[in-house]
T-cell receptor, first 117, second 112 residues
Framework: AQKVTQAQTEISVVEKEDVTLDCVYE???????LFWYKQPPSGELVFLIR??????QNEISGRYSWNFQKSTSSFNFTITASQVVDSAVYFC??????????????FGKGTKLSVKP | DTGVSQNPRHKITKRGQNVTFRCDPI?????LYWYRQTLGQGPEFLTY????????KSRLLSDRFSAERPKGSFSTLEIQRTEQGDSAMYLC??????????FGPGTRLTVT
């Protein structure tokens, strides 16, 4: 079975604080992909990043960074110097390659981030 | 191309009525997915098309649900005899050969 757990339901920070959103996943696949999506109040899911299971290098994109650790099955997302525009629900998702799946994403329940001025 | 589009954006219907939603994927994307998202939850997979072929259906997709992608371009999702439990956001996503899926703005269905 595949599963994504985002234990933090809601996080509230003050602008310019750093914040880390946790994501833990379960899969029996040896090859898989992990994703983060942002869902602002408008509702549209916005793709942020994709990582494959063979690439554990951390990635940085501007104020965003991602920490992928296979040993702990985690793919955490950090926003540095948060801004009000970062307020949204953030989803972590998993896609396995085997097991009959045609590539649909398994989403966590999301973490609602509120950044206050 | 401006991305995945979905119509209508909002739909209010009475229980027992049929509804149909449309998704227009990004033009060069041959793979199309439908998801359902309820309040406070992540999207849940419903069905998947590669070109015009429907290759996978979730157990969430009851007999009252049907999806088509007749020419491998746009897709429709129909719900027959709607129930209040069908109230949700219905999301469409598409992708090409790369793994990431690009989502449309969704259709919010309210069944009264």
């Amino acid at each position: 079975a595949q599963k994504v757990t985002q234990a933090q339901t809601e996080i509230s920070v003050v602008e310019k604080e750093d914040v880390t959103l946790d994501c833990v996943y379960e899969t029996r696949d040896t090859t898989y992909y992990l994703f983060w999506y942002k869902q602002p109040p408008s509702g549209e899911l916005v793709f942020l990043i994709r990582r494959n299971s063979f690439d554990e290098q951390n990635e940085i994109s501007g104020r965003y960074s991602w920490n992928f650790q296979k040993s702990t099955s985690s793919f955490n997302f950090t926003i540095t110097a948060s801004q009000v525009v970062d307020s949204a629900v953030y989803f972590c998702a998993l896609k396995g390659i085997h097991g009959g799946s045609q590539g649909n994403l398994i989403f966590g329940k999301g973490t609602k981030l509120s950044v206050k001025p | 191309d401006t991305g995945v589009s979905q119509n209508p954006r909002h739909k209010i219907t009475k229980r027992g009525q049929n509804v149909t939603f449309r998704c227009d994927p990004i033009s060069e994307h041959n793979r199309l997915y439908w998801y359902r998202q309820t309040l406070g939850q992540g999207p849940e997979f419903l069905t998947y098309f590669q070109n015009e072929a429907q290759l996978e259906k979730s157990r969430l997709l009851s007999d009252r649900f049907s999806a088509e992608r007749p020419k491998g371009s746009f897709s429709t999702l129909e719900i027959q005899r709607t129930e209040q439990g069908d109230s949700a956001m219905y999301l469409c996503a598409s992708r090409s050969q790369v793994e990431e899926q690009y989502f449309g703005p969704g259709t919010r269905l309210t069944v009264t």
